[in-house]
C-alpha cells in the first residue's frame, strides 16, 4: 500500500533553517508528481511546494518563494523540502502528499506530517 513518511521537523529560530524529507513506498515514485502543504493551528491546508515526477519541473508558493526549495530523488523514493530563512509563520505541520498525476495537480495519498516549530 501507499505509504509517505515525513521526517526533519523540529523547533528551529527564526532565521534558522530544516530540510524536511518524505520517504515513499508501495508505488513507483518516479512516475508521480510529489507535493508539501502545511497545515497551522486554526488555519486551512497550504501548499507549499510541488515538483513533476521526473523532477524537470517544480513550483514554490508565493508565501515560501526564495526561502523554500524542493527537490527529489527518485533512486531513493524520497522528495525534500529545504527551509531557509525560517519564521515564525512557518510553524506548521508539514504533509507530503502523492500527485494523482506526473505533473503538479490533484493528490491522492497523504503521510501523517511533520511538525515544524519556528520561536526563539
Known amino acids: 500500500q501507499v505509504r509517505l513518511v515525513e521526517s526533519g521537523g523540529g523547533l528551529a529560530p527564526p532565521g534558522g533553517s530544516l530540510r524536511l524529507s518524505c520517504k515513499a513506498s508501495?508505488?513507483?515514485?518516479s512516475h508521480w508528481a510529489m507535493r508539501w502543504a502545511r497545515q497551522a493551528p486554526g488555519k486551512g491546508l497550504e501548499?507549499?511546494?510541488?515538483?513533476?515526477?521526473?523532477?524537470?519541473?517544480?513550483h514554490v508558493e508565493d508565501a515560501v518563494r526564495g526561502r523554500f526549495h524542493i527537490w527529489r530523488d527518485n533512486t531513493n523514493n524520497t522528495v525534500y523540502l529545504q527551509m531557509n530563512n525560517l519564521k515564525p509563520e512557518d510553524t506548521a505541520l508539514y504533509l507530503c502528499?502523492?500527485?494523482?498525476?506526473?505533473?503538479?495537480?490533484?493528490?491522492?495519498?497523504w503521510g501523517q506530517g511533520t511538525q515544524v516549530t519556528v520561536s526563539s
Open positions: 502528499a502523492k500527485g494523482a498525476y506526473t505533473v503538479i495537480g490533484a493528490v491522492d495519498y
Open positions: 508501495g508505488f513507483t515514485f
Open positions: 501548499w507549499v511546494a510541488g515538483i513533476f515526477s521526473d523532477g524537470s519541473d517544480s
